[in-house]
Nanobody, 125 residues
């Protein structure tokens, strides 16, 4: 059983900050690509940031670049998203995901990830 648990969401004022956490109970998590996605009501789920098993950021969404920072613990089983200068457009349900398969992490988008958490809500107003 694979379990992904996100936390850290909440309501924040425009310009504020939040740090999201994802705890992944995945065997050999360090070998897998992990990422953050978000989905606002009525919109498609979009990729925010992705890290490979080495802890290298392989993708950051243009809308997040310069404001969001994605990191991964040394054991690679925990993923974080530091969000600064938050905007109303950042309001969404944020999901953590892992791809339990091989391939180039930089090539993977939402349809390529195999396991997802329940999400944590971020509301900016």
């Amino acid at each position: 059983q694979v379990q992904m648990v996100e936390s850290g969401g909440g309501s924040v004022k425009v310009g504020g900050s939040l740090r999201l956490s994802c705890a992944a109970s995945v065997y050999r998590a360090s070998t897998y690509c992990m990422g953050w996605f978000r989905q606002a009501p009525g919109k498609e789920r979009e990729r925010v940031a992705t890290m490979d098993g080495y802890g290298t950021v392989v993708f950051i969404a243009p809308s997040a670049k310069g404001r969001f920072t994605v990191t991964r613990d040394k054991d690679k089983s925990n993923l974080y998203l530091e969000m600064n200068s938050l905007k109303p457009g950042d309001t969404a349900m944020y999901y953590c995901a892992v791809r339990r398969s091989g391939g180039y992490c930089s090539d993977f988008d939402k349809t390529d990830f195999t396991n997802w958490g329940q999400g944590t809500q971020v509301t900016v107003s």
